[in-house]
């Protein structure tokens, strides 16, 4: 089990950029741990944006945010950072961080959340 802590959202106009900031409260190089960005907006269903295994830095990311959102993670710091570039209106959610000790291959499974920050695009 692991508490991840969210932090960098905020209000951006659209085309601007923004980091998101992931602190793992335990290690992300501890074993295989998957760690993925979510969002969701009211009344949707909540998306999978992108996900990093910690032992490979393998990445995955919806079709939506490709070539415009790179998730990194810096293992001395235990964060695991979202840095969204090009953001438009409909990037606006609240963003949530979550962890698994499982493959990155599936957007389900995870069983860490932290409580979110919110991302707004004008």
């Known amino acids: 089990h692991v508490q991840l802590v969210e932090s960098g959202g905020g209000s951006v106009q659209a085309g601007g950029s923004l980091r998101l900031f992931c602190t793992v409260n335990?290690?992300?190089?501890?074993?295989?741990?998957?760690v993925g960005w979510f969002r969701q907006v009211p009344g949707k269903e909540r998306e999978g944006v992108a996900a990093?295994?910690?032992?490979?830095?393998?990445?995955r990311y919806a079709d939506s945010v490709k070539g415009r959102f790179t998730i990194s993670q810096d293992n001395d710091k235990n964060t695991v950072y979202l840095e969204m570039d090009s953001l438009r209106y409909e990037d606006t959610a609240m963003y949530y961080c979550?962890?698994?000790?499982?493959?990155?291959?599936?957007?389900?499974?995870?069983?860490?959340w932290g409580q979110g920050t919110q991302v707004t695009v004008s």
């Open positions: 990093i295994d910690s032992d490979t830095v393998t990445t």
């Open positions: 979550a962890a698994k000790a499982r493959s990155c291959s599936q957007w389900n499974g995870y069983n860490n």
């Open positions: 335990g290690s992300i190089k501890r074993g295989s741990l998957c």
